[in-house]
């Protein structure tokens, strides 16, 4: 079945760097745009961040551009989200998720945490 496992998060510093990763199996990886989302407690899910099947296109929140890069390893099924100079308020969970403008499947998540 079509699986999206997330991980890398954890504890993050003010200014410090973390990489996510979105490793997913069950489906035709190379076909599918992937999007990361982000839910901060009380507040709406948000998307952060998308890339085109090639990794040619992305697209990111203003909130997060400059700082946040996502991409792709086609061949590792692979989706990375390195988030650079980190902000208080980027505490939240972290989702990837199959789609562009529609997404039908999602992951777990992992938690990113100010450690302030």
């Known amino acids: 079945q079509v699986q999206l496992v997330e991980s890398g998060g954890g504890l993050a510093q003010p200014g410090g760097s973390l990489r996510l990763s979105c490793v997913v199996s069950?489906?035709?990886?190379?076909?599918?745009?992937i999007s990361w989302y982000r839910q901060a407690p009380g507040k709406m899910r948000a998307l952060v961040a998308r890339?085109?099947?090639?990794?040619?296109?992305?697209n990111y929140a203003d909130s997060v551009k400059g700082r946040f890069t996502i991409s792709r390893d086609n061949a590792k099924n692979l989706v990375y989200l390195q988030m650079n100079s980190l902000k208080p308020e980027d505490t939240a969970m972290y989702l990837c998720?199959?789609?562009?403008?529609?997404?039908?499947?999602w992951g777990q998540g992992t938690q990113v945490t100010d450690s302030t």
């Open positions: 890339i085109t099947t090639d990794g040619a296109s992305t």
């Open positions: 069950g489906f035709a990886f190379s076909n599918y745009p």
């Open positions: 998720a199959r789609g562009w403008t529609t997404w039908d499947n």
